[in-house]
């Protein structure tokens, strides 16, 4: 059974930091694509990063220089580093397998992590 | 940035009516479109991938059809677990993927 559980997140002061993972059983992160997707309250979906099972990166410009996803293949997870947070990012993270490069959608989630910008 | 809009953004409709949400996008994206579920306090769920081709265990009454900038999600009888938003999402070519604002289908 495939399983996608994230962590970490929580309250943090504007121009703070936050790292959240995400837990993967079923698949091998390695061998696939994995991505993060926001939801801000009130609002619709937001891709946020993907990373490649070659390593490549890419990022919405939202929060280009500012996070950076990775993964732990020893740990079979996937880390998004968010530093210098900005009220805007309050949202509910979701950690996302991506079918492939070039078919770029969802095909399993997670239920969500939630972070919140506030002073 | 390709830009993806739904309508209507609210569809109120009964229990075994017929459901047709629209979704445009601003630049050809051919049939690289897919179509998500999500109810309140749940993960999204992939239902439509391709423009058309249903997901693994979607039921038989949502299909998807449409190419280019014209897309359209078809519920064909409402069930009561169906009253959700759903969400529209392009994927061509290299990142960034858009999605659209949603439409929210609601019992009348």
């Known amino acids: 059974e495939v399983q996608l559980v994230e962590s970490g997140g929580g309250l943090v002061q504007p121009g703070g930091s936050l790292r959240l993972s995400c837990a993967v059983s079923?698949?091998?992160?390695?061998?696939?694509?994995m991505s993060w997707v926001r939801q801000a309250p009130g609002k619709g979906l937001e891709w946020v990063s993907v990373?490649?099972?070659?390593?490549?990166?890419y990022y919405a410009d939202s929060v280009k220089g500012r996070f950076t996803i990775s993964r732990h293949n020893s740990k079979n997870t996937v880390d998004l580093q968010m530093n210098s947070l900005r009220a805007e990012d309050t949202a509910l993270y979701y950690c996302?397998?991506?079918?492939?490069?070039?078919?770029?959608?969802?095909?399993?989630w997670g239920q969500g992590a939630l972070v919140t910008v506030s002073s | 940035e390709i830009v993806m809009t739904q309508s209507p953004a609210t569809l109120s409709a009964s229990p075994g009516e017929r459901a047709t949400l629209s979704c445009r996008a601003n630049?050809?994206?051919?049939?690289?479109l897919a179509w998500y579920q999500h109810l309140p306090g749940q993960a999204p769920r992939l239902l439509i991938y391709?423009?058309?081709t249903r997901a693994t265990d979607i039921p038989a009454r949502f299909s998807g059809s449409g190419s280019g900038t014209e897309f359209t999600l078809t519920i064909s009888s409402l069930q009561s677990e169906d009253f959700a938003v759903y969400y529209c999402q392009q994927y061509n070519n290299r990142p960034p993927w858009t999605f659209g604002q949603g439409t929210k289908v609601d019992i009348k």
């Open positions: 391709g423009a058309s």
């Open positions: 630049q050809s994206i051919s049939s690289n």
């Open positions: 079923g698949f091998t992160v390695s061998n696939n694509y």
């Open positions: 996302a397998r991506t079918r492939s490069p070039l078919s770029g959608f969802f095909d399993f």
């Open positions: 990373i490649y099972s070659g390593g490549g990166t």
